[in-house]
């Protein structure tokens, strides 16, 4: 089966069976590779998504960070949705893995791959069905949604998800326990949000 298969399959065995996932992932010769088609899959969508909204001159939703003008900021993140998706999965890994093996006592045995494999899942699933499929389906119709789905859909759900799909990995991958993975999983989380929040709309 080739990574592309393999990627899709792992994506979909995560969104209902994470741990299983991760374990079977883990163990494959070609994790690395298959986490790497699975961001860059995701991240190809979200560039197709992105220059949907150029189309149909969508605005962002707030107001850029980057000082480029608004009507003009999908044309732009078009072209760094897929490094920056990249860099942040690579990013958010790192992080964890760290943070895992960090202490007074040796932590031998465990590596920066497994990390990669659990974070490529975990910021993944939970954006595909949140965020891409509502704003690539939805949004181009016209469809609106009030504050107090907004709000949870964005800021509140994501998160929680991705912060236990990354607790759930590194139990798997790093043995942490539960407390550990949670805080690893926070930390990592919160600073994909504030990467978002900067070059995303």
Known sequence: MSNTRLAIRYWAQATVRP??????????????????????????????????????????????????????????????????????????????HLLAIAGPRQRAGYHFEDALVVCGLAWIVPNFWLMWLPETLLVPLGIAWPAWVEIPRLMVIPPLWQTALVAVGLRITHETGWLRASLIGLLSVAVFFVMFLVFMR
């Open 19 to 96: 741990a299983a996932a991760i374990r079977s992932l883990k163990a494959h010769p070609s994790k690395v590779a298959v986490a790497f088609w699975i961001n860059l899959i995701f991240a190809t969508l979200y560039t197709i998504t992105v220059v949907i909204y150029t189309l149909i001159g969508r605005l962002p939703a707030f107001a850029p960070w980057i000082p480029i003008p608004a009507e003009q900021y999908y044309r732009y993140q078009a072209l760094w949705t897929i490094p920056w998706g990249l860099a942040t999965w690579i990013m958010m890994a790192g992080i964890c």
